[in-house]
Structure formats: C-alpha cells, structure tokens
C-alpha cells in the first residue's frame, strides 16, 4: 500500500473527511534545559513554549488533520545557541508512541555516531565533521542527528503521540534539545477560494 494510499484508509477509517489540503508537514517540540536524564519526552508538555519552540499545543492533530512520518530531526543547543552534538557520545535509543501503540522501538540514534561512522538510513551524521586550518573551522563541528524512517508512520486525527529518547544519564546540557517530525499529511482548510 502506497503512503498516500495508507493516509486515506486511516483517515477513513477514523472518518476524518477527505477533503482537505495535501501538504508538507513539520511538527516540532523543545524541551529547556534539560541538564543530565536517562530520558526525555518530546510531544508531551506544551506549557510556556512559544511558538519559536514548537508549532502544536496539544499531543493531538486536529480532527479534520493527519500525518505521515518520513524523518525524525534531533538537535542539541547550547545556551550560547550553538549546535551540540546531541547527547554527547552516550548511546541513545528512540522510540515513538502513537495512541497507545509503539510503532517505534528502541531505534539506536548513535550507532554510527562519530567521524568513521558510515550512514544507512541517516540523512546527517550526528557526530559532524570538523576540518581546522590554521586559525579558522571550515565545518560546523556537531550537526543534528536526522532519522529517514524506511516504513509509514502515520499520525491519525484525534490520537495522541509522543517520541521518547532514553540513554545512560546523556548529557543535554542548560541549552534546549528540539524533536522536529517531517514528511506530509493533510490539514484542514476552512476557504473554498483564496
């Protein structure tokens, strides 16, 4: 079954109309200063973010909305706003809660962590590349740890989801770490005309 076909069985399924806009989605969430855990909820607490911190304000989509996970982006910031290198180099794995199913479970973020590591399904190493020369940095040292998902996701309308990050006490520091989930879905359009 194709993505978009799997996107309208659930939505029909849940009797989310079909009609609606067909679109690129992102969905994002911050936690602050998280310090030092052994794990982390994303898509969980949306109370005093802004919406420089996330673009939801409940772990549900809208009734007439759904979505199709195709990445998961993870990121760490230091409080000088520079990018970390998510979690240190402490071994992490994901998992991704959609109603009360994991249809994620346990994915290592890290087995490929570092300068020799070789990507399979990652689009950005999260160990980065660091090139000096004499008295400049040519290359970011740390970039973000993002996912491509090789199977459907699918958020539904009305359902909540959550994405947790459990580790050995990984060090995210007094910055902000952000979860971000991209790919495409639909969302509701009020207008017939613009």
Not at 15 to 41: D, M
Not at 96 to 125: A, C
Request: aromatic residues 8%.
């Amino acid at each position: 079954m194709s993505q978009i076909s799997k996107l309208g069985y659930v939505d029909n399924k849940l009797g989310a109309p079909s009609s609606g806009q067909q679109t690129t989605r992102i969905l994002f969430n911050t936690i602050e200063v998280p310090g030092t855990t052994s794990g982390l909820v994303f898509f969980k607490t949306f109370q005093g973010l802004t919406n420089g911190q996330t673009n939801l304000t409940q772990n549900k989509l809208d009734s007439m909305e759904s979505m199709v996970i195709k990445t998961i982006w993870l990121a760490q910031y230091g409080t000088d706003g520079t990018l970390r290198t998510f979690g240190g180099d402490v071994s992490q794995t994901l998992s991704i809660i959609v109603g009360n199913q994991q249809v994620v479970k346990n994915l290592p973020i890290q087995f490929n962590q570092g300068i020799n590591g070789q990507t399979f399904d990652r689009l950005h190493d999260n160990g980065g590349v660091s090139t000096f020369t004499a008295a400049t940095r040519n290359f970011q040292q740390a970039q973000p740890c993002e996912i491509r998902l090789l199977t459907d996701i699918v958020i539904p309308p009305q359902v909540s989801f959550e994405v947790r990050i459990d580790s050995n006490n990984a060090l995210y520091g007094a910055g902000a770490v952000v979860c971000a989930l991209s790919g495409y879905g639909k969302i509701f359009s009020a207008g017939n005309t613009f």
